[in-house]
């Protein structure tokens, strides 16, 4: 076996879970359009979890408040409900169908009541709140008893309390946030009070063998926050009331948010230690690590070191859903990694678009009938570009039954993913460009690398399809001088050869990622932007991580609303925002002003009567999310 500690199974109270990989719960508010009830696509999504071979299944969410609507943000199941209970129970036998363990997080909006502050001189949205009274508290132990006996009544073996992220049980338990004078102030054990509350009615009502998940911030990386030195206190107190531990950290700020979530400017699975700080206290209860948590390999080491007794994952099973059947069949190397970009969350929560970068079949898994059409039979399709577009689409189309022949220009695959061998915080990136290039080699598909296709070339194979993934070429703009600049692509790999005093001409998301690079290997950047802005075009939460590394960097600058107007031998020359000419100095200027579709190189390559698609940056410059849907989508059609 290839991880036996990480497929070992573990009993925990009256449950044997089948091995130690959990599934974190994600919100599923664009996939429920606000419906107060489960719709297919949410119980779709949560059972290829379980049929995916995970051992538990935690769900979210169910809204405890009957009279709560859910905000913007995220959406929660009302159980009080004839449609609400129904689909609770849809739920559960889905999951339980597929062998897994089935978990319900439960919540009280507890970031978005906008009048109860947790304490006194707290505000709420920048209003003034009202410390929560007794009998506020009251209520809300009673609505959680009351949520958790549905929960249960519906099929679900156990609930989620989260008491982490700075949300309304955590400000209880912290110092920085509860200044209360009463019975839930003070002590530790006095700001326990109310979470070991609701802890107590729940199992007083359920019972023993209905299993409760906490999950907490161990520290909220915060020096008057929460420690981890006063969370080891606070597990002490939960002996013998819940049963798995879930050790997180952080609390919900755009500062500490990509700690909590972490990004990839962060190592890898750098919230272990929390876990394993929890565990090495001398806890009883089963300690559950998370927080990027990439693949099976670190999964192993977390378990096999004894860090902690399962592993709880969230965007690895959004990229993978299969993660844990893949760890059965020995086949590490073909999970398909989370690249860490956070579309999936910010998607979910902001844009009401669930999406992945690596994984198009994410938010649509109850309508795949639609999107894949039967195949017509083998045919030859011939795919010019080895990028992530082109790879692929040719992976996809291998497997409806296609012939497929790949064109690459270059002696190697992985089109613009190539730089992220050299820069750190994208080595996610780099995995995924390992796995498409694993999945190409896997399969029989002919792959012509050094070639660079031509039209004689295309027709020589008789093509029934021809697809165009060239990429895109960096844009040059008619800046005088500007011919001396070197292009961001060429920047990856040929670091030592540009100057110390290097100046970024584009501060979009790449001219950011690139002025971040350098600066992380020693160069002394400053980044130039008309707009007011750095990386508008960035998502939220990828943006957040990236202005941490912009903002903490002292060899690193930002200037913006400056248009640069010339380049000369030493020296950058710019127009601020009062239209006054100012000067940097320049060893090296690097132009990061955008990408051109090549899609005047795509369109010499089309065959007289031969059908042709472009896909990916080709058609249209755009992200990695948008070049593998597109590979997606005509791969499915033909």
């Known amino acids: 076996m290839h991880y036996p500690n990480l497929l070992s ?9 089948k091995n130690r990989i959990f599934t974190a719960p994600t919100g599923v ?7 107060q009830s489960f719709q297919e696509a949410v119980i779709t999504h949560f059972g290829n979890r ?4 995970a051992a538990m299944v935690t769900c979210t969410g169910v809204q405890v408040n009957p009279n709560m609507k859910s905000d913007g943000n995220h959406l929660h199941v009302n159980p009080y409900t004839t449609e609400g209970l129904r689909s609770l129970y849809e739920l559960a036998a889905r999951v339980h169908h597929f062998g897994a363990v089935a978990s319900m997080q439960l919540s009280d909006q507890y970031r978005y009541d906008q009048y109860y502050a947790v304490g006194p001189g707290l505000k709420k949205f920048g209003r003034d709140s009202v410390e929560m009274p007794r009998e506020i508290i009251q209520q809300k132990v009673e609505m959680f008893a009351d949520a958790a006996e549905i929960v249960k009544k519906a099929g679900f073996d156990m609930c989620m309390l989260h008491f982490g992220h700075g949300g309304e049980w955590a400000q209880f338990l912290s110092r920085r946030y509860n200044h209360r004078t009463d019975e839930f102030g003070g002590s530790l054990e006095n700001r326990a009070r109310y979470p070991l509350m609701i802890i107590d ?13 906490l999950r907490f911030s161990v ?3 915060d020096p008057e926050g929460i420690t981890v030195e006063d969370s080891i206190e606070f597990v002490k107190l939960l002996e013998g009331k819940v049963d798995l531990l879930h050790c997180s950290c952080g609390m919900n700020t755009a500062r500490y948010f990509t700690t909590t979530h972490p990004s990839g400017f962060l190592p890898d699975t750098p919230n272990v230690k929390y876990a394993e700080a929890i565990k090495k206290s001398g806890v009883s209860i089963p300690v559950v690590a998370i927080g990027a948590i990439q693949n099976l390999e670190q999964a192993e080491e977390i378990i096999a070191s004894g860090k902690a007794d399962f592993v709880s994952i969230a965007r690895g099973v959004i990229a993978d859903p299969d993660l844990a059947n893949k760890a059965y069949a020995g086949r590490g190397g073909d999970v398909r990694p989370c690249i860490k970009c956070f579309k999936c969350h910010d998607g979910a929560c902001y844009y009401d678009h669930f999406v992945c970068s ?7 898994e109850d309508k795949l009938d639609k999107y894949i059409l039967p195949t017509a039979g083998g045919k030859k399709i011939c795919i010019v570009g080895g990028g ?4 692929q689409a040719a992976v996809y189309l291998h497997d409806r039954g296609h012939q497929v022949t790949l064109f690459e220009e270059k002696d190697h695959l992985g089109g613009q993913l190539n730089f992220a061998d050299y820069a750190q915080f994208k080595r996610d990136l780099g995995r995924f460009k ?13 792959v012509k690398l050094g070639t660079k296709a031509t039209p004689e070339l295309l027709a020589a194979e008789a093509p029934d399809h021809v697809i165009l993934a060239l990429g895109a070429d960096p844009l040059v703009i008619p800046i005088p001088g500007v011919e001396t600049t070197v292009k961001a692509p060429d920047v990856f790999g040929n670091e030592d050869k540009l100057g110390q005093k290097v100046v970024i001409i584009g501060g979009g998301q790449v001219g950011a990622e690139t002025g971040i690079h350098l600066a992380q290997k020693g160069k002394d950047v400053t980044i130039l932007e008309m707009q007011s802005k750095i990386a508008p075009d960035a998502w939220f939460t990828y943006k957040w991580a990236m202005d941490i590394e912009l903002n903490e960097r002292e060899n690193l600058h930002t200037i913006v609303n400056g248009r640069c107007s010339r380049i000369e031998a030493g020296k950058v020359t710019y127009i601020d925002i009062d239209g006054a000419e100012q000067v940097l100095e320049a060893d090296s200027v690097v132009l990061c002003v955008g990408f051109k579709a090549k899609t005047s190189a795509a369109e010499s390559l089309i065959l007289p009567g031969v059908p042709f698609t472009l896909i990916g940056d080709c058609k249209q410059v755009g992200t990695v999310q948008q070049a593998v849907r597109s590979a997606f989508d005509i791969a499915m059609t033909l």
């Open 9 to 17: 199974p573990k009993k925990v109270g009256n449950i044997l879970f």
């Open 29 to 35: 508010h664009a996939l429920q359009h606000g419906e």
């Open 50 to 53: 379980a049929k995916g071979g």
């Open 201 to 213: 009615e729940i199992k007083r009502r359920c019972g023993k063998n209905f299993l409760i998940e």
């Open 219 to 221: 520290s909220e990386v």
């Open 358 to 364: 690596v994984n198009p079949t994410i938010g649509i």
């Open 388 to 391: 992530p577009a082109g790879m």
């Open 434 to 446: 390992q796995y498409l290039i694993r999945q190409i080699t896997q399969r029989d598909i002919s």
